[in-house]
């Protein structure tokens, strides 16, 4: 059966598509646990548990939490007793789903049934998190998403699904909760008042989300809340109803945006504090304390206070929240029994924009004495706080320019970046929390305490219990202390980022030590987180470079956060606008300018970085890891991110753990000695002598900072972190380890899985690429060039098994690894290596940089070694834009293009039969040309015309049929004739090789030009032999006789020239 081009091609591509498939889908989802370095943990349990089966299963879909997710499960919290086999099967059994479920299969509100013995479902939940789209189930983020298997799907989720499903009803369990420590007996007997809701979550066929206080929070209620709450059939029944959000599910994940939902009665908000989640409804506030207990028909989420509920007044609720009682519900019992009288009665309303206790605490201590013992001031300063007669809620402040509060002083209201502020006497104030509603009026809470910064910077920073070092640092200088103080002249208002002591106190001891002996290390830096002008916090919209007073440069910023960086040293600003009479304090968690911790103190502070920092204390690294400990010597260090170690196979990562010599040359590759470089030090094409092998830096593009080391390459994440002896660069991924397959490599890079796809179809290949037990070096036309072959060309190429062989052959070294350590031994200015079939793959520096070539001299393609180069576990792949032993034109058309060739081929074309261009361009047969040089030409005289039987001579003597000859062919044969015919013989001396025919000898000069339906070789010299002229008369243009007659004159003429010069000759010799 012979097959259409089309048909052939259309056929292959279906070949490929299946073996991709199988080679993706080949295993189960328990062997992609296995492999997986993110589910370590998870691997180790079920492994421990012997519960593999459940995870070889057909046609599910497991979500699998990833190792850090395990840091954060207390299965006490939950009664669970995890080493019991039938408590170990549950658990697991409810992270896997029955049936296949893709990410895209995945919408809001919607659930399915777990394999868990009781068919407990998961549910789903989507929301925002930024610009992102974020999945969930049961409140667990989606972080890997649709590893497919052969027997399913696995989605890598970021905490453990927990607690495990009830079978009971909603109503079942608030009566009998399973989890330790929870109680709902006043909730289920309040339930009573709305026996239609209560009847509900009874029923299966109705869906709740519920917000259950527990009893510990309720049995304290005061006496004066529970009478009016249980007093009122109608107020507790909407209390009731105020928990429930009906015909939803929603579960809470750990972080984004989850919008308000309607509640059977009111609505139910959520809002994101210090890490902490909370909901709200009717403007009254409480915790999240346990998120996510599933039950058959809904979802309950335990908190810490009676949403809707109103029964405290203004006074009551001051004193009690966490946020404020500490301070101004103190103060409050100090004003006069009249405002108190008036602000706990329920004849008004009023408005309080009250300051937290963290507010208080920027108030230097002996200005807070003086408030607490001045009545009249006290009284001044809170009374500016209320607005009477009001109720503003937080959407409504900013329609208000100004207000006034109870003691007639002006608030004018300020909305900066979306944010609220509020202001008086030159105090600004952010609403950090609106709508905290009391029986009469409505709280909001706010960040620094109005009226009150007649102290000074200096005085702010003495009277900090936060910031005592500071302090007594400052002390020690005088210029600074004034310059603080605002008696030092010219210095106007100032900013000052100031670390606190949580700060200090996290820097090594002996650094601090250090600091004691010479204080004016720090004084010095100091100087440097102080510039001239008032810089508040809602100021800063973009990143800002100010100039400090010791004339050193910090950027401030907002974008990820609002911190500062000075000299490369990054801090987060903790404490925000201390307002002062000469300036503005904010308190930021470390020292700007100087480095306080060595490389691998700095290094454990990163989060992300502990994988490798834990390296570093294996017991083998002890010599590597004093180096980087001392500082006496500087280095230079790359530290791959955490997620740099997560895509690596499990298996790869234990191999690297168990050789520890290969592992010390791992770490000792990202480490260079003797140098402290920042990033704005790399230049393009840089060498650095690592710890082991080189670093090579190269620039992509403006910003990108690249490194490469063993032909593994990554990318510099976040640069310049400084420490005592050297700098950190972030990198993501490890260096000098490769650790993926040529296979794998291959198929997920997309500039060579077009080749990876075309070599597939050898078996060869696909064997050798898998086989990690193997070396090779592979040269990949890039799928770029793949992409710009006609359709014919490929079909032609995809259709003919000689041809892949062929370029199997001329692309990939099987047995060798010639990866940038390797060339850099061998390789000076040419190198040339023979691999199997005798193939030669040879290097060349040339003017224009080093080529790589397969034996053919006109396709030598540029190579970057360490650029191009890829490493894998089992070899190296180099990137090349071109065949290294496959031509797509013909001969006709090699001629054509070559312009060093053009002008000879077509003079060299007069010597041949007239149809030679069609043979040429005749792609159905093979030929091997022997091309004379254009000097060789030139010596055949002009008015030489060779006939059709001197044409047919030159073709058959520069030109075999049917047969590709190459020179290493020609050398194999030695001397030999390869025309019979045309007695034409091979002639080979030492390296030279020779064409001779009737005493007339050309030599190659040029060898093997490839073309697809055959080789062209340049000569010499042409097989052409020449007739000298002959002296006889001619007759035929000029008249019978006159022509004769001028011919026997001009010979006569020449024949006593020639004899009167030889007389004459003989003449002088005597």
């Not at 208002?493 to 004016?520: C, H, V, W």
């Not at 080391?709 to 972190?721: D, F, M, P, Y």
């Not at 002229?1029 to 006159?1042: F, H, Q």
């Amino acid at each position: 059966m012979v097959l259409c081009p089309s048909f052939t091609h259309v056929w292959i591509l279906i070949v490929l598509m299946f073996a991709k498939l199988e080679q993706s889908h080949g295993a189960t989802v328990w062997e992609l646990i296995q492999e997986n370095n993110q589910l370590r943990e998870l691997h180790s349990f079920i492994r421990q548990q012997n519960m593999s089966r459940l995870f070889e299963q057909t046609g599910i879909t497991v979500f699998a939490p990833y190792s850090t997710a395990f840091l954060y499960y207390d299965e006490m919290h939950y009664g669970y007793n995890m080493a019991d086999p039938k408590m170990a099967e549950s658990f697991l059994s409810f992270h896997i789903a029955q049936g296949i479920i893709h990410e895209s299969d995945i919408v809001d509100n919607r659930a399915t049934d777990s394999t868990h013995s009781s068919n407990a479902k998961l549910h789903f939940n989507t929301f925002t998190d930024g610009d992102d789209l974020v999945k969930s189930v049961n409140g667990a983020v989606l972080l890997n998403v649709d590893i497919v298997a052969s027997n399913g799907v696995l989605h890598i989720i970021d905490k453990v699904i927990a607690p495990i499903a009830s079978n009971r009803t909603l109503h079942d369990y608030m009566l009998k909760p399973e989890m330790p420590n929870l109680s709902f007996v006043s909730v289920t007997r309040a339930s009573i008042v709305d026996m239609g809701l209560k009847n509900r979550t009874r029923n299966n066929n109705y869906q709740f989300t519920a917000f259950a206080p527990n009893d510990s929070v309720l049995f304290p209620m005061p006496a004066y809340g529970q009478d009016v709450l249980f007093g009122d059939a109608f107020l507790l029944r909407s209390v009731i109803q105020a928990h429930m959000i009906p015909d939803y599910v929603q579960f809470l994940p750990s972080r984004g945006t989850v919008l308000p939902r309607v509640a059977t009665a009111g609505a139910v908000k959520f809002e994101r504090r210090n890490g902490e989640l909370y909901v709200m409804n009717n403007k009254v506030r409480a915790r999240v304390v346990d998120a996510n207990i599933p039950v058959s028909n809904g979802v309950i989420h335990v908190i810490d206070n009676l949403l809707y509920f109103v029964y405290m007044n203004i006074v009551q609720k001051l004193q009690e929240m966490s946020e404020t009682r500490k301070a101004l519900g103190l103060y409050l019992d100090k004003l006069p029994l009249s405002t108190k009288t008036i602000l706990a009665s329920t004849n008004k309303k009023f408005t309080i924009f009250a300051p937290t206790d963290e507010a208080f605490a920027k108030i230097p201590r002996l200005d807070q004495e003086e408030l607490s013992n001045d009545l009249s001031l006290l009284s001044e300063v809170l009374e500016t706080h209320i607005i009477p007669d009001v109720e503003i809620v937080g959407y409504n402040i900013p329609r208000y320019d100004e207000l006034t509060s109870i003691n007639n002083n002006t608030i004018r209201v300020l909305q900066v970046n979306n944010e609220v502020y509020v202001e008086a006497g030159g105090v600004q104030a952010r609403v950090e929390m609106a709508d905290i509603k009391c029986t009469n009026g409505i709280i909001h809470l706010i960040s620094n305490v109005l009226l009150i910064r007649n102290f000074s910077i200096w005085d702010a920073i003495s009277g900090n219990a936060q910031l005592q070092y500071a302090a007594n640092m400052i002390s020690k200088d005088p210029t600074l202390q004034s310059i603080l103080s605002g008696t030092a002249a010219g210095y106007g208002q100032l900013t000052m980022f100031i670390p606190g002591d949580a700060g200090i106190f996290k820097i090594p001891e002996r650094t601090r030590n250090y600091f004691s002996s010479d204080p004016n290390v720090v004084i010095e830096a100091f100087r440097g987180h102080l510039f001239r002008g008032e810089l508040p916090s809602y100021d800063v919209t973009s990143m800002i470079v100010k100039k400090t007073i010791s004339d050193k440069d910090i950027e401030i910023e907002i974008l990820k956060g609002f911190g500062v960086t000075g000299s490369h040293i990054f801090a987060k600003v903790v404490v925000m606008d201390i307002l002062c009479s000469n300036g503005v304090i904010h308190i930021i968690d470390d020292l700007l300018h100087v480095p306080t911790r060595n490389i691998l103190e700095q290094m454990a502070r990163y989060t992300d970085l502990e994988f490798q920092t834990s390296f570093y204390s294996m017991p083998k690294m002890s010599s590597l890891r004093s180096k980087l400990w001392t500082e006496d010597v500087f280095f230079t260090v790359f530290v791959p991110v955490d997620d740099a170690f997560d895509v690596v196979p499990r298996s790869r990562v234990d191999k690297m753990l168990q050789d520890e010599p290969y592992m010390e040359k791992i770490l000792k590759a990202h480490v260079v000695p003797n140098m402290s470089l920042y990033a704005e030090d790399f230049s393009d094409g840089d060498l650095l002598l690592a710890e082991e092998e080189f670093i090579h830096i190269f620039r992509e593009g403006s910003d990108d900072v690249v490194i490469i080391n063993n032909n593994v390459k990554a990318k510099i994440l976040k640069s310049n972190i400084r420490a005592t002896n050297g700098k950190l660069h972030v990198i993501d991924r490890l260096l000098y380890f490769p650790y993926l397959t040529v296979a794998e490599t291959m198929a997920k890079d997309p500039r060579f899985s077009a080749f990876y796809d075309l070599m597939s179809l050898l078996v060869e290949f696909q064997l050798m690429a898998a086989d990690d037990g193997q070396q090779m070096t592979i040269f990949v036309p890039s799928s770029t060039f793949l992409a710009s072959i006609s359709t014919n060309e490929s079909s032609a190429i995809l259709a003919n098994p000689e041809i892949l062989r062929k370029i199997f052959i001329g692309h990939v070294i099987p047995g060798a690894r010639l990866d940038s350590m390797y060339l850099r031994q061998k390789f000076v200015s040419e190198y040339v290596y023979t691999g199997q079939n005798s193939s030669t793959f040879k290097f060349e520096d040339e003017t224009q940089g080093v080529t790589i070539s397969a034996g053919y001299s006109n396709l030598h393609q540029p190579l970057d070694i360490v650029r191009d180069g890829v490493a894998c576990s089992n070899g190296i792949l180099y990137t090349i834009d071109g065949f290294l032993s496959w031509s797509l034109l013909n001969i006709r058309q090699e001629l054509e293009s070559d312009a060093t060739l053009n002008d000879t081929a077509q003079r060299f074309m007069d010597f041949l039969p007239d149809d030679v261009e069609d043979i040429f361009a005749d792609e159905g047969q093979i030929y091997t040309l022997f091309l004379p040089e254009e000097a060789a030409l030139q010596n055949i005289k002009n008015d030489f015309r060779p006939n059709v039987t001197d044409k047919e001579g030159v073709y058959r003597r520069h030109v075999i049929n049917g047969s590709m000859v190459t020179l290493a062919d020609f050398i194999q044969k030695g001397n030999s004739s390869h025309n019979d015919t045309t007695r034409v013989d091979n002639i080979v001396r030492g390296e030279d090789c020779f064409l001779l025919w009737n005493e007339i000898e050309t030599k190659i000069i040029k060898s093997n030009i490839l073309a697809k339906n055959g080789i062209i070789h340049i000569v010499d010299k042409m097989l052409l032999s020449i007739p000298e002229p002959e002296i006889t008369s001619r007759k035929g243009a000029l008249e019978p006789g006159v022509g004769g007659a001028v011919v026997i004159k001009t010979n006569i003429i020449l024949l006593l020239v020639t004899c009167s010069i030889s007389l004459l000759s003989i003449f002088v010799k005597r």
